[in-house]
Antibody, heavy 126, light 106 residues
């Protein structure tokens, strides 16, 4: 059974650093991109970026480039989302999700985010 | 940056058909996924690659995509379908979500 289990909620102050995690199991972790999605309170989903655990390649949405860092550890099947200096506007629920896909005759296609973590709530307040 | 626009809300009577639109420049040239999110839950993919249903998603969910508009259709809407729905597409290998639509089953 495919599962993505995220780390617990966090309460931080502005300017502090934070690293949240997403552990995958039940599938070949290194073969699928992991995406991160932000949802501010009462608002919609925001696509932050994706990271490929196989080689740590990552692609960030311009809205998040330079403010967050995405990484992955193959040995522990865990993806990470990291901030070096949090802002109050980072207060949100953060979801990780697996980007599904398939390959036919060497041609690969992505499908969508087929499995999601339970979310990590981050609160940033002075 | 690329934008996807959805109506804020759609109301439907039980058993009727709900249509949720997602508009973006030349969206028909891109693959669209749709996600359902109920209060307090993680999103759930209900359509991928414009028209495909993941395993376990009821047949009443269907999708289409042409021109500048993608559409998620819920046929025979049930009370359990009341949720927020988001479209998602890719632009130059970066993803973007739509603004979201709250489906109300009256």
């Amino acid at each position: 059974e495919v599962q993505l289990v995220q780390s617990g909620g966090e309460v931080k102050k502005p300017g502090e650093s934070l690293k949240i995690s997403c552990e995958g199991s039940g599938y070949a972790f290194t073969n699928y991109w992991i995406g991160w999605v932000r949802q501010r309170p009462g608002k919609g989903l925001e696509w932050m970026g994706i990271v490929y655990p196989g080689d740590s390649d990552s692609k960030h949405s311009p809205s998040f480039q330079g403010h967050v860092n995405m990484s992955a550890d193959k040995s522990s099947s865990t993806a990470y989302l990291q901030w070096s200096s949090l802002k109050a506007s980072d207060t949100a629920m953060y979801y990780c999700a697996r980007l599904g896909g398939y390959c036919i005759n060497g041609v690969c296609s992505r499908t969508g985010f087929d499995y999601w973590g339970q979310g990590t709530r981050v609160a940033v307040s002075s | 940056s690329y934008e996807l626009n959805q109506p804020p809300s759609v109301s439907v009577s039980p058993g009727q058909t709900a249509s949720i639109t997602c508009s973006g420049d030349k969206l028909g040239d891109k693959y669209v996924s749709w996600y359902q999110q109920k209060p307090g839950q993680s999103p759930l993919m209900v359509i991928y690659q414009d028209t495909e249903r993941p395993s376990g998603i009821p047949e009443r969910f269907s999708g289409s995509n042409s021109g500048n508009t993608a559409t998620l259709t819920i046929s025979g809407t049930q009370a359990m379908d009341e949720a927020d729905y988001y479209c998602q597409a890719w632009d130059s290998r970066i993803g973007v979500f739509g603004t979201g639509t709250n489906v109300i089953v009256l």
